[in-house]
């Protein structure tokens, strides 16, 4: 992207060098946190807080963002039809999609049946005192509780719990509300845009010790669980990496084909996100980065603003290969032998228990104990088979669902005759282009510059003193009101 001058005219924007990217120095730091937590354990497992610490600082920003990027989108559009029509063309895209995940994930554990030979009595399987606790939470999970668990207690609960289905309810409520104001709502407008450059602003701080939580995260993860825990379960666990691999190349890659894009390009200009995720076991941190990116991508403001959100709860696509992997294994480990017509039910089952988890701490084993007590042939406690080996698989997972949810809002963009593919897919090559109508004209991969302090990630609101540049804002950037006031 082009910096702007006070003149007005744009300078070609300096390439900053690989070493001073901040995906080579999160990659760097997971490096090391991995010979840290093999060559000596206990080390490793005393980093935790470090990990921990900055997951939660970034976890901490999730649900403003997250509320008032909604907000923003909703309130400004012209058309409120026009959102809600996206939202229904958003879950109707999520529940294709993860059918076919699970579809995926069944085929696989079909295919190579690695639970025959296991002849566990579930009988004797002892749990342990967290697994309990998960057990019983998804023996008593309806699947229509989502439903339910989706209106808060209070406003204020969901922001300090980090519901993000609480806080996307809030939201839309709060953006529809604004919208219909009109004129009298346009001042809160306006706050709304400003509040939500100030976080991204805070992000970018934040983003700068991705490298050390990266580092802390990875060395606890190799010194807690140990590389020798890879050995009794590596080929479910090379399975589930397999299938996975193969769901975001030949599904994912063939609706990124469709639209005419290339995966394997966004994939790469997503890579500091991918890095943060590697390093972090969960995709939650990288939702403000896809934000940016999307948007700076072509993609409009309130489609990004609702669909990635939304998609985070209900568009969990590794989670759904996970969930058909781990059922069918479970199964087949306990010698439980499930027809076709079985397994297909048990493909229905998920579909509804997985959202009934969505957002709730623990979620993948709530939901899969929910799916093998509503179905009844599967016992329970046969998830402490594949317990010991879940934060392996968590990377693989949240990367899943994090791409799922990139392809997703562009399908959905497209969809919506709102997707602007040439521009989506220069930046996605790498290409400079000139920024979008509603962005500061700044770099947009400013916070991966270690070294340099550009508004990362803020350009939700415009500075004052750029709006005499600025040409007139479209319909989709302000209301009638909003743009009437001011």
């Known amino acids: 992207m082009d910096h702007t001058t006070t003149a007005g005219q744009a300078t070609p924007a300096r390439k900053t060098p690989w070493y001073r990217q901040l995906y080579f120095w999160v990659l760097t730091a997971i490096v090391f946190g991995i010979l840290l937590g093999w060559l000596a354990p206990a080390a ?22 997250v509320f008032l990027t909604i907000v923003g989108g909703i309130a400004s559009v012209a058309d409120l039809k026009k959102v809600g029509m996206t939202g229904l063309k958003a879950l109707t895209y999520f529940q294709i999609g993860t059918i076919c995940a699970m579809a995926f994930g069944l085929v696989a554990i079909n295919i190579f049946r690695l639970g025959d030979g296991v002849n566990a009595d579930a009988s004797t399987i002892k749990t342990s005192e967290s697994a309990a606790k998960l057990i019983d939470a998804g023996q008593h999970q309806e699947w229509w509780q ?3 668990h989706i209106i808060p207690n209070s406003i204020a609960a969901p922001f300090v719990e980090g519901d993000i289905l609480q806080i996307i309810f809030i939201a839309v409520v709060f953006g529809i509300a604004l919208n219909a104001m009109g004129k009298v709502g346009a001042p809160v407008l306006d706050g709304v845009q400003r509040l939500t450059a100030v976080m991204f602003k805070i992000l970018g701080f934040i983003m700068k010790a991705a490298p050390i ?11 807690k669980f140990g590389v020798s825990s890879l050995t009794s379960m590596g080929g479910l666990i090379a399975l589930f990496y397999a299938t996975s691999i193969l769901f975001v190349v030949i599904v994912l890659g063939s609706i990124m084909a469709f639209l005419k894009l290339n995966i394997f ?5 997503l890579k500091e996100e991918y890095m943060l995720i590697l390093g972090t076991s969960t995709a939650e941190p990288a939702l403000p ?9 072509g993609v409009k403001k309130e489609t990004v603003g609702l669909v990635v959100p939304t998609g985070y709860s209900f ?27 079985q397994q297909l039910g048990l493909l229905a089952v998920m579909l509804l228990t997985s959202k009934g988890a969505a957002g709730v701490a623990g979620g993948g084993f709530i939901a899969l104990t929910a799916t ?5 042939t599967i016992p329970a406690a046969g998830i402490m088979l594949i317990f010991g080996i879940d934060k392996f698989m968590s990377e693989c997972r949240a990367l899943v ?16 005759r709102t997707l602007d593919a040439d521009r989506a897919r220069r930046v996605f090559a790498g290409e400079t282009v000139e920024p979008m109508p509603a962005e500061d004209p700044v770099h947009a991969d400013g916070v991966t510059h270690i070294d340099e302090d550009p508004t990362e990630y803020g350009h939700h609101a415009a500075r004052p003193e750029d709006a005499k540049h600025r040409t007139p804002d479209t319909a989709h950037d302000r209301s009638p009101a909003y743009s009437e006031s001011v």
Do not use: C
């Not at 980093?47 to 976890?59: D, H, L, W, Y």
């Not at 969990?316 to 076709?340: F, H, M, P, V």
């Open 146 to 148: 989502f439903l339910t």
């Open 213 to 223: 939580g990266a580092f802390g995260a990875m060395a606890y993860a190799v010194g």
């Open 315 to 341: 568009n969990l696509d590794g989670a759904a290969i996970y969930l058909s992997l781990a059922a069918l294994y479970i199964a087949q480990a306990t010698n439980t032998n499930l027809t076709i017509g």
């Open 265 to 269: 390009t966004m994939i790469r200009h």
């Open 44 to 65: 490793g497992i005393a980093m935790e807080p470090i990990g921990t610490t900055f997951v939660n600082a970034m976890k901490m920003l999730i649900g403003p963002i």
């Open 289 to 297: 980065g896809l934000i940016s990116k999307l948007e700076h991508a």
């Open 401 to 416: 669902n994090f791409t799922g949810n990139a392809v997703a809002t562009l399908f959905i963009a497209w969809w919506d």
């Open 372 to 376: 093998l007590t509503t179905l009844g």
